[in-house]
């Protein structure tokens, strides 16, 4: 099935990523990894199937994720895990946001306001 008929399939298990609230794609976009040409080409995964990633969002109402090895956030710098936690989570929190608000806010205005194109 075509990508825009089924929607985004995770590159990790398969499964559908079935909304913006749980999309490593987009999470990259807003917080300034991806350019907007790049979401079509870019691969797609829920967050928790990007744990290295996913271990960096902090909040309440997202269940902590755990990594394991090299890449176990804390083997990182104190001041390098904060920036990221900061960071991902606002993010994190703009996808919750967008979830409610996406049929009104047009695409170049999902990122964060820092990495909005001027």
Same mark, same amino acid.
């Given at each position: 099935?075509?990508?825009?008929?089924?929607?985004?399939?995770?590159?990790?298990?398969?499964?559908?990523?079935?909304?913006?609230?749980?999309?490593?794609?987009?999470?990259?976009?807003?917080?300034?990894e991806?350019?907007?040409?790049? *979401? $079509?080409?870019?691969a797609?995964?829920? %967050?928790?199937?990007?744990?290295?990633? !996913? @271990?960096?969002?902090?909040? +309440?109402?997202?269940?902590?994720?755990?990594?394991?090895?090299?890449?176990?956030?804390?083997?990182?710098?104190?001041?390098?895990?904060?920036?990221?936690?900061? *960071? $991902?989570?606002?993010?994190?929190l703009? %996808?919750?946001?967008?979830?409610?608000? !996406? @049929?009104?806010?047009?695409? +170049?205005?999902?990122?964060?306001?820092?990495?909005?194109?001027?």
């Amino acid at each position: 099935m075509a990508r825009c008929d089924q929607g985004y399939l995770c590159d990790v298990c398969g499964e559908e990523v079935e909304t913006i609230r749980e999309s490593d794609l987009y999470l990259r976009f807003v917080t300034g990894e991806l350019s907007s040409n790049e *979401l $079509l080409a870019a691969a797609e995964r829920h %967050l928790r199937c990007n744990p290295v990633v !996913a @271990q960096f969002i902090t909040h +309440p109402d997202f269940e902590p994720v755990t990594v394991e090895g090299d890449f176990d956030r804390r083997l990182f710098d104190p001041a390098d895990i904060a920036e990221r936690e900061t *960071l $991902l989570t606002r993010g994190w929190l703009r %996808l919750q946001e967008l979830a409610e608000l !996406a @049929q009104t806010v047009p695409l +170049p205005h999902y990122p964060l306001p820092e990495f909005q194109q001027k």
